[in-house]
């Protein structure tokens, strides 16, 4: 079973940038779509981004121009490099692999990174 720890949270100004980073164990994530998500207080967990396994990428409208993911497949690692950072985008970062066709991740989660952005 594939297991993930997001590291690369932190504390940092509005305006500045964090690089997070998701290590896969148990196999990998060589065959899956990555997915990350972020939880804020009070507000449901939410998919920010996704990179299918042959490199395709979406991301919310909030995040376009400023967060850019990637994977590195010998390293088992996915990166979300998030620049130009606001207050809004803090919150607990959570990545997981997406599973089939409809790219869902499974019932297991990590521990996440926590991101806080101050004013």
């Known amino acids: 079973q594939v297991q993930v720890a997001e590291s690369g949270g932190g504390l940092v100004q509005a305006g500045g940038s964090l690089r997070l980073s998701c290590v896969a164990s148990?196999?990998?994530?060589?065959?899956?779509?990555v997915g990350w998500y972020r939880q804020a207080p009070g507000i449901p967990r939410a998919r920010v981004t996704y990179i299918t396994r042959d490199g395709r990428t979406n991301y919310v409208d909030s995040v376009k121009g400023r967060f850019t993911i990637s994977r590195d497949d010998v390293k088992n690692t996915v990166y979300l490099q998030m620049n130009s950072l606001t207050p809004e985008d803090a919150g607990v970062y959570y990545c997981?692999?997406?599973?089939?066709?409809?790219?869902?991740?499974?019932?297991?989660w990590g521990q996440g990174t926590q991101v806080t952005v101050t004013s």
């Open positions: 148990g196999g990998g994530f060589r065959h899956d779509g």
């Open positions: 997981n692999h997406l599973l089939g066709p409809a790219l869902l991740p499974p019932a297991s």
